[in-house]
């Protein structure tokens, strides 16, 4: 499966995987399979994660360059996650007036209870940082939201 990566992904899996080679030994500890895939743009979940070998805990096991590669070229090619695109289409939903703009209230809700359901400390240090303020009727413009959120992913 690594043979269907391009040269130029190689290169770009070297590089990444080196980030998380903290012993320079050409090996990476599997608690961070998951941030280096984030780190090469791919948005995998937490059970993709640990499907794929990723552990929950520091020092479980240790892959090489090799083994990572494979999981690189298997993440990148599952059509299982999310572009920006479909994001905005679910956003979309909840857009009543049709303006680029929900319920900030909504979109907490969302976020708290679909998918990899996240808990509500977890949650509103990221919406802090990535939702503009609510207007007087509690929307917010989403659009913005969306943009900050994949640029950190």
């Known amino acids: 499966m690594a043979a269907d990566l391009s040269a130029r992904d190689v290169e770009r899996v070297k590089f990444a995987f080196s980030i998380y080679d903290f012993e320079g030994n050409g090996t990476m500890d599997a608690y961070y399979i998951g941030d280096c895939l984030r ?27 090799d083994d990572f590669l494979p999981i690189f070229a298997q993440v990148k090619k599952d059509k299982d996650a999310g572009s920006y695109e479909d994001f905005m ?12 703009t ?8 969302i976020l708290m209870s679909l998918g990899e359901r996240l808990e509500k400390s977890e949650l509103e ?9 609510e207007d007087e009727d509690g929307f917010i413009p989403y659009e913005p939201f969306l943009k900050k959120m994949t640029q950190l992913l």
């Open 89 to 100: 289409e679910v956003l979309k939903l909840y857009d009543k007036a049709e303006n680029g």
């Open 125 to 133: 240090p990221v919406l802090k940082e990535c939702c503009n303020e």
């Open 39 to 65: 780190a090469l743009n791919l948005n995998p979940t937490l059970a993709v994660i640990e499907k794929v070998g990723g552990k929950d805990k520091r020092k479980e096991k240790i892959i090489k360059l």
């Open 102 to 109: 929900m319920m900030y209230a909504e979109l907490e809700h």
